[in-house]
């Protein structure tokens, strides 16, 4: 296939910065930037014995798209007739390969063999002087059949070799700092917490792996690794990668990648294929009794199974070595697909029925994000766009994806009825018209259903019955909300909503109405009339969940507005009673978009909508329009969301520009590269009155 990845040195000021460029949810692709090229995650890391290579390091870059992979260098170390070439050539001219290489420092053989004869410093600096890109500190490996104070004390050790560590990687050795802690969250939040704040003469750890995880997953204990992630990720600096010590077979990748997981390592593909065993998406599949292939590969073309197992070991070794590491690949680009296109949950629970144990780790994490009781699950749910183009394929987990959740707290926290009824009458304890038949779009399916109803009675508010729950029919374009994919049987047994349910929407759950067709008539001028405070209360609506503006204020706001339309006929931009454009609802996913002039009001009435505060060199440039950078923002607002809109201004408070954030409040504050906020209009001086 030919070399498709550039090693060059990244630029000296970004060595060890890493930068999210996608995301959904806690999953991310990212860039990761060394010495010999970008690496580009969520990455396997092959494992490459120097003394045994199953597949040569060149052809794996080259025919496998491998850009980056592991070695020992304990190994190296350990051997002369490894360590002197790496010592004279480098570590790249002994594997010939130029892409970027991270080392272990033996802490595995450790635990494999007993004590290594090699120091803390003494193993650092042999990395360094071979040219690792990133290496690895001699940590203290922690079993899961280690007593709490064994733990505790190889947690300790770990921290007490970091600084002495990072001083002598020098420079240019990024250094990997190892999460221990067992089976214990509490050891592994600590660990976290206390290897992401140490700090060198240089820098910090540039990427942080969880360590001591082989022995479980040798066992199956997919709960267990599950919720090791999640306590690490509780206290784990934001802006690092994080690794899965170990970690390759491709079942796990999803739910590790959907987790935050960006970095593997394994040397499953060889060891895996010695044992005439292959590597798929859903487990192991042995060959012994195979007489077709399970998946589709070009390593395997053109061979049958029982042809391969007539081979020698060696050439049967080396072929389905080859397979595995094409398909963990495919499984990896699978993912990083999935991340691109909001999907990656989704491919969590299909991949979830791969085995009980990956079936129970998944369904422990359902009841968490559903349960939203702690910090990361809150993350993870705040850091998934709500608003998304597309649809939702239903199934009985779909309840739990992070960006449903995300939308259904929008919802319960931001929305509430419109102040008056159609005709212009103050609403007082409304009751609920509910929609439990038709399909999206409703103001297609349903709109002259409602009308009718509402000429009977002004204060109903209508509310979709979905498979996820209640949705506000001035909110019934919200995408993917609208486009949910469901067999009919599940939208008819749909039930009531709870009383409680109800009142936490604002309404009365003893005054409820089904909404029913009748095919009455009605008068044109009624009609239009109270479709009209429908259209209004939908704006109305997307300016309390998406720009976090109250009804009242944007009422006030929008009172005399008025819109133009598309070809179909749905409002296309909002304008204010003077004629300027505030907002455009955009028709592909129901979300709403601020004009500069939109800003400006949405600023100048104090509206909730979060603020970033951006350092004075960057304000004439995002006055430009250009997107605001990590690294050059002073402070922001706590309830900034990924995909939703902000406000940018100077530290006095003065609009600046507005856009749409690609991250959280702790993200917008821990990363150093890439872009925090998409600028959609930057507000020059001279447009300010």
């Not at 892409?99 to 063999?113: E, K, N, P, R």
């Not at 009751?431 to 002259?448: A, C, F, N, T, Y």
């Not at 006030?556 to 409002?571: C, F, N, P, Y």
Request: charged letters at 25%; proline letters at 6%; aromatic letters at 6%.
């Amino acid at each position: 296939m030919g070399a498709r990845f550039d090693t060059s040195p990244c630029r000296p000021q970004d060595l060890g910065k890493f930068e999210v460029t996608t995301r959904d949810g806690a999953a991310r692709l990212g860039r990761l930037f060394t010495n010999h090229g970008i690496l580009e995650t969520p990455m396997l890391l092959p494992v490459v014995n120097p003394n045994i290579r199953t597949i040569e390091p060149r052809e794996m870059l080259e025919d496998f798209g491998v850009q980056a992979l592991i070695t020992n260098s304990y190994v190296i170390w350990k051997h002369e007739k490894l360590r002197l070439p790496a010592l004279e050539q480098g570590v790249h001219q002994l594997l010939d390969f130029p892409g970027i290489i991270v080392t272990d420092s033996g802490t595995f053989q450790s635990y494999v063999y007993g004590d290594i004869d090699v120091g803390v410093k003494e193993i650092v600096a042999f990395q360094r002087d071979i040219g690792v890109d990133i290496g690895t500190m001699l940590d203290v490996f922690g079993r899961p059949d280690q007593s709490i104070d064994e733990l505790k004390d190889a947690v300790l050790e770990t921290v007490q070799r970091a600084p002495e560590s990072l001083d002598e990687a020098g420079p240019d050795l990024l250094l990997n700092g190892p999460i221990q802690g067992g089976l214990h969250d509490f050891l592994r939040s600590e660990s976290a917490e206390k290897m992401g704040s140490v700090s060198g003469k240089f820098r910090g750890f540039t990427v942080h792996p969880i360590g001591g995880i082989v022995p479980i997953m040798e066992r199956h204990r997919y709960l267990d690794l599950v919720k090791i992630i999640l306590a690490v990720k509780e206290t784990i600096p934001v802006n690092r990668p994080i690794h899965l010590f170990g970690c390759g077979h491709p079942m796990l990748f999803p739910m590790s990648i959907a987790l935050g997981v960006d970095l593997f390592d394994s040397a499953a593909y060889a060891l895996f294929a010695r044992d005439g065993r292959l590597l798929t998406p859903h487990g192991t599949v042995r060959i012994g009794n195979l007489k077709e292939w399970p998946f589709p590969s070009r390593i395997l073309n053109g061979v049958t199974p029982s042809e391969v197992r007539e081979m020698e070991e060696k050439q049967r070794t080396d072929l389905l070595a080859r397979y595995n590491l094409e398909i963990t690949q495919a499984e990896l680009a699978r993912c990083r697909e999935a991340v691109r296109s909001g999907k990656i949950w989704s491919l969590v629970e299909q991949r979830s029925h791969s085995s009980p144990e990956l079936r129970e780790a998944y369904l422990f994490l359902k009841d968490k994000l559903i349960l939203n009781e702690d910090i990361t699950s809150s993350e993870i749910i705040r850091s998934s766009f709500p608003v998304r183009s597309g649809s939702e394929r239903w199934t009985s987990d779909s309840g739990a994806r992070p960006h449903l959740l995300h939308a259904n707290a929008l919802i319960c926290e931001r929305w509430t009825p419109p102040l008056t009824n159609w005709k212009g009458e103050t609403m007082q304890n409304p009751g609920v018209l509910l929609i439990m038949s038709g399909r999206s779009p409703w103001r297609d399916s349903v709109k002259s259903d409602i009308i009718r109803a509402l000429s009977h009675n002004p204060n109903l508010i209508p509310l979709i019955q979905t498979p996820n729950g209640l949705l506000p029919f001035d909110l019934e374009d919200w995408a993917p909300l609208c486009h949910i994919q469901a067999f009919d049987s599940i939208w008819s047994s749909l039930t009531l909503p709870s009383d409680d349910k109800l009142r936490e929407f604002g309404l009365d759950p003893t005054n409820i109405s089904i909404l029913e067709s009748t095919g009455e008539a009605i008068e044109k001028e009624l009609r239009n009339q109270i479709f009209n405070w429908l259209e209004k209360s939908q704006i109305s609506a997307k300016c309390s969940v998406f720009l976090n503006a109250s009804r009242e204020s944007t009422e006030k706001w929008l009172e005399d507005m008025t819109v133009d339309r598309s070809s179909t006929g749905r409002i296309r931009n909002v304008f204010t009673a003077d004629g300027r454009h505030v907002l455009s609802p955009r028709l592909h996913d129901g979300g709403i978009s601020l004009t500069n002039e939109g800003a400006k009001d949405l600023h100048s009435f104090g509206a909730r909508l979060p603020k970033l505060v951006l350092q004075e060199d960057a304000i004439p440039f995002v006055r430009d329009g250009r997107n605001v950078i990590h690294g050059f923002i002073e402070e922001v607002d706590a309830h900034i969301a990924p995909g939703l809109a902000c406000l940018i201004v100077n530290s006095n408070g003065e609009l600046v520009a507005h856009g749409v954030s690609k991250c959280t409040s702790n993200e917008i504050m821990s990363f150093s590269k890439g872009i925090a906020v998409r600028t959609r209009g930057g507000i020059k001086i001279q447009d300010i009155e």
